[in-house]
């Protein structure tokens, strides 16, 4: 039986749930509007009065936020309280060079933490779980969302944070984890020690994956599913509006229900900035309704996704969003064609390789390279290993339409993640 976390909130009827985003948005825009100044000229040059916004039907009045005004603003800009009640910062891991740092008053880590706790109540967690957590601790947010969330379930945490994964194989048999929370490449990680280590998915306990901050693959939540004998669920968050728990996915594994009751989230073009129906794909925006010290409007994520109201056998009515296919900034363009390096992951899994790999693009004599180097697996010989880079450069150029040299390397060759995955490095920006 599917379990809730708040399922008034979770179950609530559409009429209801709209009732009280209308209601949080007009008082929410009001406490930006009166107190932050870099907001409120946003709206001003816009020529948008809080008083116009009645609804969420008025919602694509009010300007976007973007990363770039987060920096401009650095660090106190958006700040909508003052610092004497703010408890925490938490920052961004950095993956696409700045920083980003959020505020939260006490009101405000209770909320997200209160989102994680529905994320691992829809995996099937209670307080008779032992939930390991291996998102990094610190300023990114992985580490203290989830260890706040397990803590509401009453779960016993084990506050691991990310690396030693020898020990973390130890404590996970020693204490009988039945939960672990860390990124996809982590999780898929810890799965291949298990196994070095010469232990089997019998000699664990863990029955489900919360893994998220980073874009993954439905190829690699079965291998993961697999290495580690569990069920791997997504979560998706990001610390401009809080972190890990905005969206979470249920039983269903078919996408992730978003907390809508905190944020509303919207679909535009990246390119016009005009809102698209639910059902295309297009960038995520999100608007903050309650946060209290760091409430962004209408702030653009960069992750692009398709949202659906199709009904969830789990029972939630929340909205869900596909899986992120990446930043709109991740995608690569080689010699004219859009790639997104998840394109790339599923070819290489579907081919039966691990999820160890490296992409490389570079520009030599004014034309696009596109090198992609995978681990053979342990059992494959060096003797074929010409046709099976062949074959595997086939699959890609089916998938992409562009042909890519491909190179099979050692098993273990490519360093392993215990955070956010580097999987692509494109010399051409070097070189502009
Ligand atoms: P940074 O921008 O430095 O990586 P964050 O740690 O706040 O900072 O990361 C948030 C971003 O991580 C999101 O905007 C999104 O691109 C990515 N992300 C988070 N969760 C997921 C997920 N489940 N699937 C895909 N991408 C994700
Ligand atoms: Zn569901």
Redesign the pocket.
Known sequence: MERYWNKEIETMSREDMKKLQDERLVAQVKHVYENVEYYRNLMDEKGVKPEDIKSTEDLHKLPFLTKADLRDAYPYGLLAKPLSECVRIQS?????GRRVVAFYTQHDIDLWEDCCARAITAVGGTNEDVCQVCYGYGL??GGPGLNGGSHKVGCLTLPMSSGNTERQIQFMRDLGSTILCCTPSYASYIGETLHDMGYTTDDIKLKAGIF?????TEEMRKSIEKSLGIKAY???????TS??GVSFECSEQTGMHINEDHFIPEIINPETGEVLPDGEVGELVFTSITKEAFPLLRYR???LCVLSRKKCSCGRTLIKMS??MG?SDDMLIIRGVNVFPSQIETVLIEQGYAPNYLIEVDRVNHSDTLDISVEMNPEQSEDGLKENEKSLAEAVKKMLGISPRVHLVQPKSITRSEG?AVRVIDRRKLHD
């Open positions: 961004t891991s950095g993956t696409t990114f947010t998220g901050a980073e874009p993954w997504d979560i998706y968050g990001l610390t401009e972190g890990p994520t960069r992750d899986k992120p930043r956010k």
